[in-house]
């Protein structure tokens, strides 16, 4: 069945760079998202992927995905306090119902 | 920029009552969500709606659930009779407007407590 992990915790200092990984389990999942959730709001889609692309960049965020390993990574270059929230992987097959990981918590320390 | 609305924020009832929650999709999109999030765990898919009618749905979506799409715009999740378990955040999310994008937005939840 589907399932998506990520790691915990994640803390940086302001103006490093944050990487927060990713695996799943389907190798039939087709698209895969990124999501930021601020305390008391609800979920902001950062970006997505195909499954037929390796990168995306989009400003300071960066998607790697290796499909062999089913990992998917989000880099924040220049990680700024405004940065600190809950970062979701999630996963779909048609474009559809999104599967999710369990959360990212990313602390920024000035 | 367009956004997906949930009303209300928050809702308290007791355990037995029926609730409807509501959201208010992305005016052009196609395809309608509730997924709901208990303290502490994951993101969870409850039900997709496409077309008026129910595309898919999780093991959670059962026979106290329903959801309809009553007028052009409003999209609702009924609980029946609800029990303490389904306190949760319920998230509506909508997607796939006729361009074909598969970016999914979310609304900012309705915090249900069951008391």
């Known amino acids: 069945g589907e399932d998506v992990e990520q790691s915990l915790f994640l803390s940086v200092r302001e103006g490093d760079s944050s990487v927060i990984n990713c695996t799943y389990t389907?190798?039939?999942?087709?698209?895969l998202y990124w999501y930021k959730q601020e305390p008391g709001a609800g979920l902001q889609l950062l970006t997505y992927i195909f499954s037929n692309m390796d990168m995306k960049q989009d400003q300071r965020l960066t998607v790697l995905l290796n499909k062999k390993d089913k990992h998917l990574s989000l880099r924040i270059a220049d990680t700024q306090t405004g940065d600190s929230a809950i970062y979701f992987c999630a996963e779909s097959i048609r474009g559809d119902k999104l599967v999710f990981g369990a959360g990212t918590i990313l602390r920024v320390k000035s | 920029e367009p956004e997906v609305t949930q009303t209300p924020s928050h809702q308290v009832t007791q355990m037995g009552q029926e609730v409807i929650l509501r959201c208010v999709p992305i005016?052009?999109?196609?395809?309608f969500y509730w997924y709901r999030q208990i303290l502490g765990q994951k993101v969870e898919f409850l039900v997709s709606f496409y077309n008026n009618e129910i595309s898919e749905k999780s093991e959670i979506f059962d026979d106290q659930f329903s959801v309809e799409r009553p007028d052009g715009s409003n999209f609702t999740l009924k609980i029946r009779s609800t029990k303490l378990e389904d306190s949760a955040m319920y998230f509506c999310a909508s997607s796939w407007d006729s361009y074909g994008s598969y970016e999914q937005y979310f609304g900012p939840g309705t915090r249900l407590t069951v008391t």
């Open positions: 389907d190798s039939s999942s087709t698209y």
């Open positions: 005016s052009n999109h196609l395809y």
